[in-house]
């Protein structure tokens, strides 16, 4: 053979292996770290498709070096989350056993008429049996209940709403405008926690999709998403610009579900897209009006944080609520996670907890918002709002879990008298389920808090006549606290719906998983009684107008969350199921309610 024909041949055999070589990635480029259960490490292969539209659409503002993922190795170093020996009787296990069986009946129920009636759509209006589509039109409620369809057993059922998801067109969208966030906690969550139980593949192509559709939010100058995106423009590829003003748990609520994403797929853009707002977070914790705290509101543009609003609550729980829970999902590997929940609930300890006074003298707690102002010599000021919000009650489980994963037992100590806060809260309400917001008087010392008619009726006249033009001096309270059905101890109630909401369901069970504290168990049944006996409709639950109601029952809004199903539902069920199921040592919750396989140390 001539030394042409040598050299030809080396070229085309060169090429022939460079060919197979690309052919070997393009298919076997996504990769799983962490497999489902307790199976052995596998390659699952993952139809990608290059023409794909979020995954074709040019980059305007490529990231320089990406950050790589870290790997939980050994040894490992987190305590155990769960109580370790849970002693139940039998006579309790089998009271629970009924219970599960009502929780799930509960849920079967919604599902039925969303199948019959709004199968595919975002919601159920369970009073008109009509589909509703708020989020995208991407079958927000089916996609959210799959994980909960496979906790129940429900295997027939996931499967038919596996086929139903993996025809979701995440190119197109009914909304000119999507929340990326609740996109993000909701669907990319619910995909996510479903592939994780059941390892369905069809399901991690769909979060793939989904998860590189909302990492295009992310092509802004500063690589900070765009929130209330519009999908339309950025397909275009139109220019896109963070926000100048938007709720920084919007913002800083992505890394729980990007960096699960990054752990399955090996590819670290998700975490680092995710994980560089984080450290923009980290640098800005101490340089707040209330260092330790983020604000409510803060401008993504010019990475600014210098409102004047701090709070556990409506507009801060999905963030807070993240940062112990991306510490464990990453085996402890990144101590910026814990040094932020460390430093954060050291300040709202100190500024937005406080005890309510109340006749039983119950030592509980609450959370509410504080304001800072700036006095005449330039020092700021804080300022306590003793205002409870319904979704400040997922701050019991949040210190459960971030005391018992990080070792700090004054966290758990601060749990319970959350999680009691929130209980006495409902129990107080006639109708047992507590408002979405409702005003007490916060008492001056946390120790020591004694019972004041005259000083709750005083609180109660100021709040009364704070939402007047003109002050009434006349105003009769004892008739103002009749009119408006106000228990002892509740000043003003200016929100008395009831949306369906999880967060004090879900506190308790993470309490219970926790502490084993047995009293919760009955307290939960109390509370999944008052609230299907309030919000039960002929297909499915609705929320309430107004808790205060009595009589006849209350009047109920055609609107029926997937939240109900996917999260509240869900909760009381595992209240209710054998502490295995879904172990907290195992998975971690996002703020959509969906659990995440913790992955095992290598």
Same mark, same amino acid.
């Given at each position: 053979m001539t030394r042409a024909h040598r050299h030809l041949l080396g070229t085309c055999l060169g090429a022939f292996l460079l060919l197979l070589l690309y052919r070997y990635h393009r298919t076997n480029g996504i990769h799983l770290s962490t497999p489902p259960h307790d199976a052995p490490e596998v390659t699952p292969k993952v139809r990608i498709n290059p023409k794909y539209l979020w995954r074709k659409l040019p980059v305007r503002y490529p990231v320089v070096e990406v950050q790589p993922l870290p790997v939980v190795t050994l040894p490992q170093t987190l305590p155990k989350v769960q109580l370790a020996d849970f002693k139940v009787s039998h006579l309790i296990l089998d009271r629970q056993a009924s219970r599960r069986s009502a929780a799930k009946q509960a849920f079967e129920r919604c599902w039925k008429s969303y199948q019959s009636l709004a199968w595919g759509a975002d919601e159920l209006a369970p009073l008109s049996g009509s589909p509703e589509n708020k989020s995208g039109g991407w079958g927000a409620t089916l996609v959210d209940n799959l994980d909960t369809l496979w906790i129940m057993g429900m295997h027939d059922e996931f499967k038919k709403a596996v086929a139903s998801v993996t025809n979701i067109k995440f190119e197109t969208t009914q909304s000119p405008e999507i929340n990326t966030h609740n996109v993000n906690i909701h669907l990319l969550g619910g995909l996510l926690a479903a592939f994780d139980l059941s390892g369905d593949r069809k399901l991690l192509e769909k979060s793939i999709e989904l998860g590189d559709m909302l990492y295009a939010a992310f092509d802004t100058p500063n690589r900070m998403p765009i929130i209330h995106w519009n999908a339309h423009k950025a397909a275009l590829h139109e220019e896109q610009l963070a926000e100048e003003d938007i709720l920084g748990a919007e913002l800083g609520s992505f890394a729980l579900e990007f960096t699960r994403l990054s752990q399955i797929t090996g590819d670290p853009k998700y975490f680092d897209a995710a994980h560089r707002v984080m450290k923009l977070f980290d640098r800005q914790q101490n340089a707040t009006k209330l260092a330790g705290l983020w604000p409510v509101s803060v401008n993504a543009r010019e990475e600014l944080f210098d409102d004047n609003t701090f709070t556990l609550g409506t507009e801060a729980s999905s963030l807070y609520r993240s940062l112990p829970l991306v510490y464990a999902l990453l085996g402890g590997q990144v101590p910026m996670y814990r040094k932020m929940y460390e430093d954060a609930m050291l300040t709202a300890a100190a500024h937005s907890l406080f005890r309510p006074m109340d006749p039983e003298g119950k030592n509980v707690l609450m959370s509410g918002t504080t304001r800072v102002t700036t006095?005449?010599?330039?020092? $700021?000021? &804080?300022?306590?709002?003793?205002?409870?919000?319904? =979704?400040? +009650?997922?701050?019991?489980? !949040?210190? @459960? #879990?971030?005391? &018992?994963? $990080?070792? *700090?037992?004054?966290?758990?100590? *601060?749990?319970?008298? $959350?999680?009691?806060? +929130? *209980?006495?809260?409902?129990?107080?309400?006639?109708?047992?389920?507590?408002?979405?917001?409702?005003?007490?008087?916060p008492c001056a010392s946390q120790t020591n808090c004694p019972w004041s008619e005259w000083l709750w009726k005083q609180e109660v006249w100021k709040k009364a006549n704070s939402l007047e033009p003109e002050p009434n001096p006349n105003l009769n309270v004892n008739t103002f606290i009749k009119d408006h059905r106000l228990p002892k101890g509740i000043v003003g109630i200016?929100?008395?719906?009831?949306?369906? =909401?999880? /967060? @004090?369901? /879900?506190? !308790?069970?993470? #309490?219970? =998983?926790?502490?084993? =504290? /047995?009293?919760?168990?009955?307290?939960?049944?109390?509370?999944?009684? @008052?609230?299907?006996?309030?919000?039960? &409709?002929?297909n499915g639950n609705a929320a309430i107008v107004a808790v205060t109601d009595e009589g006849s029952g209350p009047t109920l809004i055609d609107s029926m969350d997937s939240m109900w199903m996917s999260q509240t539902i869900k909760y009381f069920y595992l209240m209710f199921s054998s502490p295995d199921l879904i172990s907290l040592d195992e998975f971690v919750f996002n703020a959509g309610g969906h659990p995440l396989k913790r992955p095992k140390a290598s």
């Open positions: 006095t005449e010599n330039g020092d $700021l000021q &804080t300022h306590l709002e003793a205002q409870m919000q319904y =979704r400040s +009650c997922f701050a019991g489980g !949040m210190f @459960a #879990l971030g005391g &018992t994963l $990080l070792n *700090i037992p004054t966290h758990q100590e *601060i749990a319970h008298k $959350l999680v009691d806060g +929130c *209980i006495w809260a409902h129990r107080v309400i006639p109708l047992g389920i507590m408002p979405e917001t409702f005003d007490v008087v200016p929100n008395t719906a009831y949306n369906l =909401r999880p /967060e @004090a369901i /879900e506190s !308790m069970f993470t #309490l219970y =998983r926790i502490s084993g =504290r /047995e009293d919760l168990l009955d307290t939960a049944w109390d509370m999944f009684q @008052a609230m299907q006996s309030a919000t039960q &409709t002929k």
